[in-house]
């Protein structure tokens, strides 16, 4: 049953993006997970619950796939930890995950020359095309797979990343060829990715807790697109068909159809098709599900609790209604980075968590450096615990004071502008406080501050 409530504490990662370090470095941080050994398997790592005995469960929040260089070995593992823990371990789908189901339209062979239907993604206006990329690189599949990565799925070091990783298991180096083939057959029936869809859902709840791999918003609170409906590309004159649903267990086995749905036609209709003069492919509804630009924020994938200055804000009235109905106190989710902790919303009767660390620092070569965090969620209760991208230590319960998750007034800042407090650091009893860089969306300014010299500011 969708609603059952938690019988012991769930830990919580998220948008590892085939980061394997930084993933197994989370598990090693969580107090309700380990990294063993699978022997049977030549020795691979494999995921475990530290207090087998116990009644824990574990979440992964999506975006398994994509910048480094991991894929495989993450994907595993987490698949090995569900096939063993069906009950206990639950996947959400992310949109670097949904994503991969274009690549068996757009690398056959008639899209990967000149003139394609993929010569320009919607999503990304401002990237390079696919004519202007040929133009320097050439056609076919090889240069279409890179194309597509780089300038349509912002993850350029993705092929050379999936080389590396297949190289890591020995034998002759893989061609681009072998690369490309990769990426083809972990679409297929058994291969990683396609038993990572079929094992995953867009939002699952467990108690009091939801979890969806974005945020909730009026359009997406309940809201399930219509079955067959094409979603892909996008039309901004026409609403988009659905449902809304007011049960959110029955939100979420809608939601489940839909994904089936969208994987069982896109299986049977993998590449482009000419049906009543328009062009389409298999699983096109869950393709646009998972781009802001054709839902027009009636996804759960794409969307965020920050505004679009990158400010944290309360969830909508909409949206708390539809909670509090329900018996829902805690969101949590990932896909908007928020510096190098995970973000913390407490405001309207709603605890949220949003726990995307993937831009903790600029400087470093994977964009993360040392930051790493654990987020373990009981069933009153929350804590977060890491490390930021300077190794400073944290580790708190959300509730520990009464500014966490809160907008707050700074008295070092002679502007007056408003700050959202994000952390309570382990050792100095400062309270970590953060705004947006007005010059970058994904760098935020923080400040470790005395209690003393903060004050609650007007809820956004």
């Not at 260089?69 to 992310?94: C, N, P, S, T, W």
């Not at 057959?185 to 869809?197: D, E, I, Q, T």
């Not at 070092?412 to 970590?432: F, I, N, P, Q, T």
Request: aromatic share 8%.
């Amino acid at each position: 049953m969708a609603g059952r409530a938690a019988r012991g504490a769930m830990a919580y990662i998220t948008d590892a993006e085939g980061n394997a370090r930084f993933f197994w470095d989370c598990v090693a941080r969580s107090p309700l997970l380990r990294r063993g050994c699978d022997t049977q398997r030549g020795g691979k790592a494999r995921l475990e619950f530290a207090s087998p005995a116990a009644h824990d469960a574990f979440v992964y929040g999506g975006d398994c796939f994509d910048k480094g260089g991991g894929d495989i070995e993450v994907a595993e593992a987490l698949l090995d930890f569900k096939d063993r823990h069906a009950d206990r371990v639950h996947l959400i789908i992310g949109n670097r995950d949904s994503n991969k189901i274009r690549l068996t339209s757009e690398l056959q062979p008639q899209e990967v020359v000149l003139p394609s239907s993929t010569a320009l993604a919607y999503w990304a206006a401002k990237r390079v095309t696919w004519t202007e990329w040929a133009e320097g690189n050439g056609t076919g599949r090889v240069s279409k797979l890179k194309w597509i990565l780089a300038h349509t799925m912002g993850a350029a070091e993705a092929f050379e990343g999936r080389r590396a990783e297949l190289a890591a298991a020995g034998g002759p180096r893989p061609t681009d060829e072998d690369v490309v083939e990769s990426f083809l057959g972990s679409l297929r029936p058994g291969g990683f990715v396609n038993r990572y869809l079929r094992r995953a859902a867009l939002v699952h709840r467990v108690g009091n807790t939801l979890f969806v791999h974005g945020g909730l918003t009026p359009e997406n609170i309940g809201f399930v697109p219509e079955l067959g409906v094409s979603l892909d590309p996008p039309d901004a004159d026409r609403p988009i068909p659905g449902t809304r649903y007011s049960d959110v267990d029955e939100w979420t086995a809608r939601l489940q159809e839909f994904t089936e749905y969208n994987l069982d036609e896109w299986e049977a209709r993998p590449h482009w098709e000419c049906i009543g003069g328009a062009k389409t492919r298999g699983g096109c509804g869950l393709i646009g599900y998972g781009y802001s630009k054709t839902m027009r924020g009636h996804t759960v994938m794409t969307t965020s609790f920050l505004n679009a200055a990158g400010m944290p804000h309360a969830p909508a009235a909409p949206v708390l209604d539809f909670l509090h109905r329900n018996g829902i106190e805690r969101v949590v989710t990932g896909h908007q980075p928020y510096g190098d902790s995970p973000g913390l919303i407490r405001l309207g009767g709603v605890e949220v968590v949003f726990a995307d660390t993937s831009y903790s620092d600029g400087g470093a070569e994977d964009n993360r450096g040392v930051a790493r965090a654990a987020v373990t969620l009981h069933p009153t209760r929350t804590t977060i615990s890491g490390t930021l991208s300077d190794a400073t230590e944290y580790s708190f319960d959300t509730d520990a004071h009464d500014y966490l998750g809160r907008p707050v007034l700074y008295a070092g800042d002679a502007s007056g502008e408003v700050w959202w407090c994000k952390a309570l650091l382990a050792e100095s009893e400062r309270l970590l406080i953060a705004k947006p860089c007005q010059t970058n969306r994904f760098k935020l300014t923080h400040v470790k501050a005395a209690p003393s010299d903060l004050a609650l500011a007007a809820a956004a």
